[in-house]
Structure formats: C-alpha cells, structure tokens
C-alpha cells in the first residue's frame, strides 16, 4: 500500500474553519461509510433542527443547534428568545464588570458556579481551555456535587471573599438534589459570615420552576431562563455556558461562531462532511455495537477536561437497552482519557501491548502558544517535543494494530472550542441514527434518581425508628425486620454511615453484621 497516498485519500482538511480529520488508521471505514444510509441520517438531523419531537419521555424538541443560530429555529417566538438573551447577558455582564451591580463588600471578582453534569462540565471545560491567568476578568470555581468536602473546599478558596462572589445557581427545576444541597450550604455559609445570600445570586432556571420562585420571592440579583428543549449535556452554547465565559472576559461570541460553522459543514452530503467522517469511523473501529472503547487523547494541557466533557455527552447520549423500535440491543461507546503526553506514563504500554479493546481519537493542536518559544535544545522547543510524543505514540500504536483518529486544529480559542464540541455534537446525532438509537432521552439517569430517593426515605425511617426507641441498640437485621424490610445490607451501609458523621452510635460487634446502633441521647 502506498501510506502517503492512502493517507491524502483518509485526511480531510477544511481550509475555511482551520481543522483537519485523519480516519487512514481506522481500517474498515471505506466499507462502512459506503454502506451508511446518508439520506436517512440527514433527513432525520433536519427534522430535528425543524423543531421534531425527539425526547419523547418528555415530549420536547432538542434544540441546541437554535443557540448558535436562531435563524433556523422552527417559530419567530424561540428566534426572538434567543436573540433576546444575548442581549440580556451583555447588559447583565457589562453592569457586573463596571461595579454597578455589586455585592456587600463591593464589585464581584469571583464567580461560584453551581450545578452538576452538563451545568457544570460545560463552563469548566471553557474555564480550562480560555482562561488563564491576569487575563481573567474574575476568577471562577464550582460546587458539581453533594460530596461536602468538594463544597468546603470550594468555600475555601472564597473564605473572606464572599461579599465580591457572584453566585450562579444552575438547575432546570431547582429540585436537582445535588444543586440545591450545595446551594443550601453555600446559603449557610453566606449566613455564618454576615451576608446576604439573595444579594449575590443568580438563578438560571426554567419559568416558574421552584427555583425560579424562590428567586423571585426573595429578590436575587437575576433570572436567566433555561428552556426545556435544551438537554444538560449541550447546554454550553446556552446561557449556562455563555454567562461564565462572558464574565471571565470570553468572547462568547466567537465560540457560537464556530459552533455555527461546523454545524453548517456537517450538512453537506458529500463525503467530506465532518460529523458524518467521525460517525463512521465510530461505527468502523467498534463493529456499530460499541465494542471497542473510545480513549479520548488531546496533546494540549487545556483541554485536558474534555474527555469528561465527551464521557456525559457521548455516553449519556448513547448508552440505551433499546433500539427506535423497542428491541434491546445494549447500545453505547464507552470513552475515557486525559491528555499527552502525560498519560502515556500511565495507560499507552496497555494501549500498545494490551488487550486491543479500544481505539483512540488523538487532538493535535498546531500552534504551541501565542508567543515565539525559546529552545530546549538546538532547534528543538518544549512544542516540538509535545508534537514529537504525539506522532511517536500514533505510529507506535499502528505499528501494533491499535487503530486511531486524529484531529487536528489550529489553535485553542473560543472558535476552535466551538468547533469541537459542535463537531461531536453532531457526530453523536449521525452515529445514534445509523444504529438506529434515540440519542435525547436518559431512562437509565431517571431510573438511578428513583433508587437514591427509596434509599433516603429508608435511611429517614431507620432514624426515626432509632428515635422512637431510645437508649436501646439495634443490628441492621433488627432495623430491617421492624421496619419490614428486605433490605439488611442497604440499612447496615447507611447506618455505617450515619455513625461515621456522628448522627447515630455504633457499637461494635466481634464481626461487622453484628454491628449495633442507638440514637445518641
């Protein structure tokens, strides 16, 4: 085989937004892509931008591609609501960065996002790849979960600062348990340190969710809207996204323009459409049954948080029991990373030399940094060792029969930023379509919520069973049999637990079933 033809046959380069897609080490993907039904896939992406039902759980369209575009959306009202708030944010942003919307202890230098998935993987992937440095106008940091030392260590960093931290609630119904447990905390913390939480917080939210209303009742600083047609995992080009990134000082603006350019090139039906390049070669490494995981391996420090980014949108998006038609198929692509060259210290010998139950997407980005680099070595800068780590671990991987995709832009900016998450947005939409999956709803999420809830409910009666009869001790088989449950093994983890935070005691038995517990008095 002549490599260098096969290769200009396998890269596609688009000149107009400065990226290129290799699939030449993907080894069936001419077969594949000659099989793929584009009309299909391409009549379906259309009907989705057209507004079409596509969450049918929750009867909603998915329209994360208006955001970057609301000429397309499908009515005059979401196109005006679009437009609208993009208005709104630069007003909001341009009055928090001049002073006039302040906190207590004067104008706002720090932002606490919280939220949790897609409310927060989104702004901290843009955080990371944007913003360094003196050149952010304030400092950003997160609560993205209920774990309380992440939220004491978020606290942390704002302790003597929270008078100039703006605060940015992010919850679509405001029930989310995770986002509210860290807002309450933060509220307290607010509290303990003689300040008014109201004045420093900003609802996003959907209309006339619980927490819009509490934002509205006690007076917070602003409600930005969160509409329902927007799923978590592609809310970054949303005010979700945008609001952090404008107030770091991102020209979000230049992001929804790369967004808006890719998604204008995986439109064509022509063979060099990158979304429909990556689909395919998907389907080709992974036989289209997710038999192969996707590692994720950009060769720049800044975007090392986009293979989580991948992991919700990818897997979220694609891991279903059932096809379109009710049949259960078990579909999904399991993606996991970090960056290089580091992480081939940690996992590229089991990529090489392993079990081959994978392949790799590899993100080159071509300019090292805005300034002329000094040399490390004659004619060899710290760039040129990065760029010579990745091409070495490609060709070594090949040379083992490990297949790989590289992507290669030509800088990280808000646009090229824009450009990749839309890249894989779309990809995701093409891929679900070949196999014939619904890519927009998320029973198995739902279905993990209702166990945690059943779980808290039976750690509430075990405390009030422990309540109700003082001075007394209990096993978890005693708990379980007066409160007619079967679950022994459930109640003696959450009574471990209670114990630990000193909410019950514990006495300890000769071996740990015949643990027993009591209220303290």
Not at 124 to 144: E, T, V, W
Not at 264 to 270: A, D, G, I, K, P
Request: proline share 2%; net charge negative.
């Amino acid at each position: 085989m002549d490599i260098w033809k096969h290769f200009c046959d396998h890269y596609f380069h688009f000149n107009a937004i400065g990226m290129g897609i290799d699939v030449s080490k993907i080894d069936t993907f001419d077969n594949i892509l000659a099989k793929i039904d584009r009309e299909k896939i391409f009549k379906e992406m259309a009907a989705l931008e057209s507004g079409a039902i596509a969450n049918f759980d929750e009867h909603r369209m998915v329209g994360h591609y208006w955001l970057r575009n609301p000429a397309i959306a499908p009515s005059n009202n979401l196109k005006t609501a679009i437009s609208e708030i993009w208005n709104t944010l630069d007003r909001f942003v341009y009055a928090v960065h001049s002073g006039d919307i302040c906190g207590q202890s004067g104008k706002f230098k720090n932002v606490l996002c919280i939220g949790i998935g897609g409310s927060a993987l989104g702004p901290q992937l843009a955080c990371k790849a944007l913003c360094h440095g003196p050149r952010n106008r304030m400092a950003l940091s997160f609560i993205d979960n209920t774990d309380p030392d992440g939220i004491d260590f978020a606290l942390a960093q704002l302790d003597g600062k929270l008078g100039e931290t703006l605060v940015i609630v992010t919850s679509k119904s405001g029930t989310t348990p995770e986002t509210r447990n860290g807002m309450l905390e933060v509220e307290y913390a607010y509290g303990r340190s003689g300040l008014t939480f109201s004045r420093h917080a900003v609802a996003i939210t959907c209309e006339d969710s619980q927490l819009d209303w509490q934002a509205k009742k006690e007076g917070w600083l602003k409600r930005f809207p969160m509409w329902d047609w927007v799923g978590g995992r592609t809310s970054i080009a949303s005010i979700v996204g945008l609001l952090p990134m404008a107030l770091q000082g991102i020209d979000y603006k230049k992001f929804l323009d790369g967004m808006r350019d890719m998604d204008s090139l995986t439109r064509v039906h022509e063979k060099a459409n990158p979304a429909l390049l990556l689909a395919a070669a998907w389907y080709a490494a992974t036989s289209g049954k997710g038999e192969k995981a996707m590692v994720i391996l950009p060769y720049k420090d800044r975007l090392d948080l986009f293979s989580k980014f991948l992991q919700q949108l990818i897997m979220e998006s694609l891991g279903k029991k059932l096809d379109r038609n009710g049949n259960e198929v078990e579909q999904g692509l399991t993606v996991y990373g970090n960056k290089g060259s580091t992480d081939q210290h940690a996992y590229v010998q089991q990529l090489r030399d392993g079990i081959n139950n994978f392949f790799i997407t590899f993100i080159e980005v071509l300019s090292d940094r805005s300034e002329v680099s000094p040399f490390v070595e004659e004619d060899i800068t710290a760039g040129d060792y990065l760029e010579g780590f990745f091409l070495g671990t490609r060709q070594a991987l090949h040379e083992n029969g490990r297949e790989s995709i590289t992507i290669t832009i030509d800088k990280i900016d808000a646009y090229h930023l824009g450009i990749l998450i839309a890249l894989y947005e779309r990809a995701v939409s093409f891929y679900a379509s070949i196999i014939n999956i619904n890519a927009y709803h998320q029973p198995g999420v739902e279905a993990g919520k209702k166990a945690a809830n059943a779980i808290l409910q039976l750690q509430k009666s075990t405390l009030q069973y422990l309540r109700n009869n003082p001075k007394q001790s209990f096993s978890a088989e005693n708990i379980a049999q007066a409160l007619e449950s079967n679950d022994i093994e459930i109640i003696f983890k959450l009574s471990e637990h209670l114990a630990s935070n000193r909410r019950i005691q514990c006495l300890k038995g000769v071996h740990f079933s015949q643990n027993t517990y009591q209220f303290f008095d």
